[in-house]
């Protein structure tokens, strides 16, 4: 079974546009981290956030923000006034405390901004 | 700061052939971990070593073997290669002392097999 899941599998904007991804995970641990990663065309993971399981304050970063409800088991992701630059595929994923801390991704969204 | 490296970046290999893949992870890193990525896929797990013990098996082929030297560096040992095995494959590290670990890839490692 997926842990994590990533329904949009791609989306397109318009630039300036602001554009929200969605993640929604599953875990029965009560200690678990949240995290995103971008993967632009050039194929690196770049690490964007970790978010722990007793934290559920949002957290804003210039055009990034990241809303965390653990009520909807949702940790999603909100780009304002999307740029060109934000083209990439983004992964959010799990990493439970019980499990030794191992990684589950999402299947990805692929985020195209239009010029 | 210091990033993972990965090399080679891009390797070129023929079905049945063998491949090395190197991994040098952060300094003072303590946990090497091993992700393969097929087109449009997710990064799978594949293997991680803590303290240059395995810790962790994912869905690595038994085709696959990986160790971690004395000086942390890994490496990714793959035989008798597939066209199945074309993929990106990620090195990442982490230090566990702060409670979970934000994994620092490396660039990735192209593996193509023709």
């Known amino acids: 079974a997926q842990k994590v899941t990533q329904a949009q599998t791609e989306i397109s904007v318009v630039e300036k546009e602001d554009v929200t991804l969605d993640c929604v995970y599953e875990t029965r641990d009560t200690t678990y981290y949240l995290f995103w990663y971008k993967q632009p065309p050039s194929g690196e993971l770049v690490f964007l956030i970790r978010r722990n399981s007793f934290d559920e304050q949002n957290e804003i970063s210039g055009r990034y923000s990241w809303n965390f409800q653990k009520s909807t088991s949702s940790f999603n992701f909100t780009i304002t006034a999307s740029q060109v630059v934000d083209s990439a595929v983004y992964f959010c994923a799990l990493s439970e405390a019980w499990a030794g801390n191992q990684f589950y991704f999402g299947t990805g969204t692929s985020l195209t901004v239009i010029p | 700061a210091a990033g993972v490296i990965q090399s080679p970046r891009h390797l070129i290999k023929e079905k049945r052939e063998t491949a090395t893949l190197k991994c040098y992870p952060i300094p003072r890193h303590d946990t090497v971990y091993w992700y393969q990525q097929g087109p449009g896929q997710d990064p799978q797990f594949l293997i991680s070593?803590?303290?240059?013990?395995?810790?962790d098996k994912g869905s690595i082929p038994d085709r696959f073997s990986a160790q971690q030297f004395s000086d942390y560096h890994s490496e990714l040992n793959m035989s008798s290669l597939e066209l199945g095995d074309s993929a990106l494959y990620f090195c990442?590290?982490?230090?566990?002392?702060?409670?979970?670990?934000?994994?620092?890839f490396g660039a990735g490692s192209r593996l193509t097999v023709l």
């Open positions: 070593f803590y303290e240059k013990m395995q810790s």
């Open positions: 990442a590290s982490s230090s566990t002392g702060s409670g979970a670990n934000v994994l620092t």
